[in-house]
């Protein structure tokens, strides 16, 4: 069965650094979203982006943060200058024309 | 966005049918009702979703209240391997909002 592949599946960075992560979304899907879960708590929605462009957005998402698809089959999110509180696992998943969404195992980024 | 409520935890006997409640009062005409489980140390996975009618598939059944502010997972004979954090959530075609789930612990 296709699977949503999330890569590196740990990151340690410094307070103050870029850290890109990375997802291969499964292969005919159109709707692509970036999950995070901080350790503990809910999954919270970050932003969903289809065609090529962010569809809905949280208040988390901020300027420090954007989404790219910068080739048919990855999609990527940046954080542009780490903070403490970014610490947390990331989540993307994708979906087709209909549900259900597809989840990778995630990425955990601890930011030291 | 709409609001689900649901208990903290639960606890079940292997073998056993279990039952997770989900409150959403303010769900709308459109919301769809999924569910989603997330075992640990994995992403969460798509257990099942509906409309206004009960849905059965392989993992799960839901029931949907008439009114459709309260709907049940059914998991009908409980494993060890069900033991996860099991979300309900209301979708409108873009929105999949996550609460804070019910964490189901299974007994031997």
């Known amino acids: 069965e296709p699977e949503v592949t999330q890569t590196p599946s740990h990151q340690v960075t410094q307070m103050g650094q870029e850290v890109i992560l990375r997802c291969v979304p499964i292969?005919?899907?159109?709707?692509f979203y970036w999950y995070r879960q901080i350790l503990g708590q809910k999954v919270e929605f970050l932003v969903s982006f289809y065609n090529n462009e962010i569809s809905e957005k949280s208040e988390i998402f901020d300027d420090q943060f954007s989404v790219e698809r910068p080739d048919g089959s990855n999609f990527t999110l940046k954080i542009r200058s780490t903070k403490l509180e970014d610490s947390a696992m990331y989540f993307c998943?994708?979906?087709?024309?209909?549900?259900?969404?597809?989840f990778g195992n995630g990425t955990r980024l601890t930011v030291t | 966005d709409a609001k689900t409520t649901q208990p903290n935890s639960m606890e079940s006997n292997e073998e056993e049918p279990v039952h997770l409640p989900c409150n959403h009062s303010?769900?709308?005409?459109?919301?769809?009702i999924h569910w989603y489980r997330q075992l640990p140390s994995q992403g969460p996975e798509y257990v099942i979703h509906g409309l206004t009618s009960n849905v059965n598939n392989r993992m799960a059944s839901l029931a949907i209240a008439e009114d459709r502010k309260s709907s049940t997972l059914i998991l009908h004979r409980a494993t060890l391997r069900d033991a996860a954090v099991y979300y309900c959530?209301?979708?409108?075609?873009?929105?999949?909002?996550f609460g804070s789930g019910t964490k189901l612990n299974v007994k031997p």
């Open positions: 959530i209301l979708n409108n075609f873009n929105k999949f909002y």
């Open positions: 292969s005919n899907h159109l709707y």
């Open positions: 303010t769900i709308s005409g459109t919301d769809y």
């Open positions: 998943a994708s979906r087709g024309r209909s549900v259900p969404l597809h």
